[in-house]
T-cell receptor
Framework: GAVVSQHPSWVICKSGTSVKIECRSL??????MFWYRQFPKQSLMLMAT?????????EQGVEKDKFLINHASLTLSTLTVTSAHPEDSSFYIC??????????FGSGTRLTVV | KNQVEQSPQSLIILEGKNCTLQ??????????LRWYKQDTGRGPVSLTI?????NTKSNGRYTATLDADTKQSSLHITASQLSDSASYIC???????????FGKGTTLSVSS
């Protein structure tokens, strides 16, 4: 159990366009979802925390208008990178969970902005 | 300040050998400690999770230990295989269901 599906697994987009990444909990309801980014050989860095039905909480230094997070249901959260630039190229990972079940990570999305 | 430190940063071993990875943390209040395996370009996959009262947890060839008094954990891999080559991340949860503090990981390379 506790499977998190993340799509797409990789995406290449042109500079200035927007990209949406989906994170779904397949067999459980996730009251809380987290979005991370990871640069090569670096640890995961938390970007934001989203709770179903409320606004996401962004970590310091993360632009909320650039990284739009929507957690409209207990099984789906989306991260939209708006007006993407090459410096946004990174590995984005979501995790989902509830307080007593812990956390499960998605398989990640490799974003390349050209 | 809540921190998780892992050592070594990287490790190379021969196939079939055992190895032990270390994790020291300064996280309070402590909820649980997890070890994850992350293959290159993939999301982390949970290996073990331990709460304050648990000091050993096994998952196949992986055995994690926890000393809550000294705030240290180790991950022991037995009879390593080429597929064990990955980054191993120690993650400590501070307070139930909230903040996760990540270590920087240990990159393990298993060679034949």
């Amino acid at each position: 159990g506790a499977v998190v599906s993340q799509h797409p697994s990789w995406v290449i987009c042109k500079s200035g366009t927007s990209v949406k990444i989906e994170c779904r909990s397949l067999d459980f309801q996730a009251t809380t979802m987290f979005w991370y980014r990871q640069f090569p050989k670096q640890s995961l860095m938390l970007m934001a925390t989203s709770n179903e039905g409320s606004k996401a909480t962004y970590e310091q230094g993360v632009e909320k208008d650039k990284f739009l997070i929507n957690h409209a249901s207990l099984t789906l959260s989306t991260l939209t990178v708006t007006s993407a630039h090459p410096e946004d190229s990174s590995f984005y990972i979501c995790s989902a969970g509830t307080g007593n079940k812990g956390y499960t990570f998605g398989s990640g999305t490799r974003l390349t902005v050209v | 300040k809540n921190q998780v430190e892992q050592s070594p940063q990287s490790l190379i071993i021969l196939e079939g050998k055992n190895c032990t990875l270390q994790c020291n943390y300064t996280v309070s209040p402590f909820s649980n400690l997890r070890w994850y395996k992350q293959d290159t370009g993939r999301g982390p996959v949970s290996l073990t999770i331990m709460t304050f009262s648990e000091n050993t947890k096994s998952n196949g060839r992986y055995t994690a230990t926890l000393d809550a008094d000294t705030k240290q954990s180790s991950l022991h891999i037995t009879a390593s295989q080429l597929s064990d080559s990955a980054s191993y991340i120690c993650v400590v949860s501070a307070e139930a269901g909230t903040a996760l503090i990540f270590g920087k990981g240990t990159t393990l390379s298993v060679s034949s």
